[in-house]
């Protein structure tokens, strides 16, 4: 196979050029096409409708592929193989699951090892470059480093533990107000991943994880390894399949992620899942007829609220089974969200007095939050949800300004800052504010943007050197050359940026 690195470079590069070529829809349809199997023509134009939308520059999508050796920058704490906080399905023999500790941030990571030698690999590898993701509900890649023999792949740390940690009773389930909270985490992430042309179609009780023990209860998918390579399916993961899937389980559909969603929801309702068998054959035959009952006795104190949710989720036709974006833009859904805390006059004096940030700030920024805020990313996502009426997944001006209207109690006032606000704040020009660059204004800028942290970071993206040469900025941000150029010049003359300028032009956001 070679060098990875320099495939993972090459990789990167040919990424660039594919976007710039990218005039239409069926250029992005065919790179997606090992991805994807099977796609209804509705869900396609949903697809195409969303892409449409999505040709900006990406500034919170990237990730960073080391050439420096790992120990350089991490330290093993344990091997997790047998650690029931980490979860990532489909494994086999060739891969290695490590939990380890940045020695820069402080920060746990899990570390994926896979063998060059395995045929799947480099397919997983260029499907995660060309395609990361990034959700506060969706376990983030950040790394990637190459040794002679295997390729080292660093995501998110959930030290909550699986969903199958939580304290659920047999016939009992968990708080109903607990198990709606995780719902709608659940739905959001998955319909983040349906919008963006993609789909799980392995989802069970352990596919998510809770990012710490707190009583916050957010989670994140950990299991994000079946988005890009589909694996063989365990006796688990056909206790979540949808009945029209038993007998033609390469249909990767939205329908399919729905129906497994709800079949989690049940069970954290219920301690249960409807189906009993311990043995396939007899299991396949119970959900091919799909039958859910919700009659029995640990029914009687479930609101009708959330039955009704599992009513749209565990319909048995797939063809009129909610998509997930229905169900956000459900007038149910907006006043179950709604209910979330409101946002605190901290984050509208964050909104009301922001100072602007350039494209390069704004990357750097970016980075930032990713290494050090990750529970105040899903407090301030919950705020972008609430006032997200629409439920498109983004915020305009009229948002904006009732989102306002709540603290300040004066229309004027709040109209006032919309546009001032949207100047500062949407750097892609959209006309609208999507949630990373929500997250970029409410976080605490003056905690997050300190001299430590600048240091720890500028050593990642600078690759351990003194410096953080233009090459170097284009392979970590995924840029092209005239972007990089625009944005160095911005704030230095040279194709280098020193830690002095990167600390100056980070320290005018405070």
């Keep these: 196979m070679g060098s990875c690195t320099q495939k993972l470079k090459k990789a990167n590069q040919e990424n660039q050029q594919k976007k710039q070529m990218q005039k239409t829809l069926q250029a992005h349809h065919s790179k997606n096409q090992s991805i994807q199997t099977q796609e209804s023509v509705q869900e396609k134009k949903k697809k195409e409708k969303f892409l449409q939308t999505d040709q900006s520059l990406n500034i919170h999508n990237f990730i960073l592929i080391q050439t420096c050796k790992l120990s350089k920058v ?11 906080l980490v979860q990532i399905q489909s494994k086999t023999s060739n891969e290695n699951i490590q939990i380890i500790q940045n020695n820069l941030t402080g920060r746990i990571r899990i570390m994926e090892t896979l063998r060059l030698d395995d045929k799947q690999t480099k397919q997983y590898i260029d ?9 506060p509900n969706i376990a983030q890649t950040h790394e990637m480093y190459q040794d002679d023999e295997t390729i080292h792949i660093i995501h998110d740390y959930c030290s909550g533990g699986r969903l199958s ?5 047999q016939g009992q389930g968990i708080n109903e107000h607990i198990a709606l909270k995780v719902l709608v985490q659940m739905i959001e992430s998955l319909n983040y991943l349906h919008m963006k042309g993609f789909n799980h179609g392995h989802l069970t009780y352990n596919s998510f994880s809770r990012i710490d023990e707190s009583e916050n209860y957010f989670i994140k998918l950990t299991d994000t390894k079946p988005i890009y390579i589909k694996p063989q399916i365990t006796f688990e993961q ?16 939205i329908a399919r992620d729905v129906w497994s969603i ?36 640990q029914f009687d104190k479930i609101s009708s609220r959330s039955k009704e949710l599992l009513n749209k989720l565990l319909q048995f036709n797939p063809s009129i089974r909610s998509d997930l974006n229905s169900i956000i833009k459900s007038p149910m859904y907006r006043k179950l969200v709604s209910q979330t805390k409101q946002i605190s006059q901290q984050s509208v004096n964050a909104l009301t007095n922001i100072k602007p940030a350039n494209v390069i700030q704004s990357l750097f920024l970016q980075f930032l939050v990713s290494q050090f805020c990750q529970n105040q990313q899903n407090e301030i996502y919950q705020m972008f949800n609430k006032y997200d009426q629409n439920g498109d997944a983004k915020l305009n001006k009229a948002e904006i300004c009732e989102l306002l209207f709540q603290q300040l109690r004066s229309k004027e006032q709040a109209q006032k800052h919309v546009d001032l606000i949207f100047q500062a704040i949407d750097t892609d020009h959209n006309g609208t504010i999507d949630c990373d660059e929500f997250i970029r204004c409410i976080v605490d800028r003056q905690a997050l943007i300190t001299t430590p942290n600048l240091k720890s970071i500028f050593k990642l993206l600078s690759n351990g050197k003194g410096s953080i040469h233009k ?5 970590c941000f995924q840029v092209d050359k005239k972007q990089a150029d625009e944005m160095f010049a911005s704030i230095t003359k040279s194709k280098r940026i020193t830690f002095k300028v990167f600390s100056k032009t980070m320290m005018e956001l405070v």
């Design 471 to 475: 090459k170097r900025f284009i392979q």
């Design 74 to 84: 991490y330290s093993i704490i344990s091997n997790s193989n047998k650690d029931n």
């Design 262 to 297: 709800g079949m989690i929801f049940y069970k954290l309702l219920t301690g249960n899942l409807p189906y009993s068998s311990t043995q396939s054959n007899k299991l396949k035959s119970e959900i091919r007829k799909g039958i859910i009952q919700y009659t029995e006795l």
């Design 127 to 135: 499907n995660i470059i060309a395609n990361p993701l990034s959700h």
């Design 238 to 253: 056909l206790q979540f399949l949808a009945p029209e899937i038993i007998d033609n389980d390469q249909d990767y559909s």
């Design 165 to 169: 940690t939580l304290s659920i009773k």
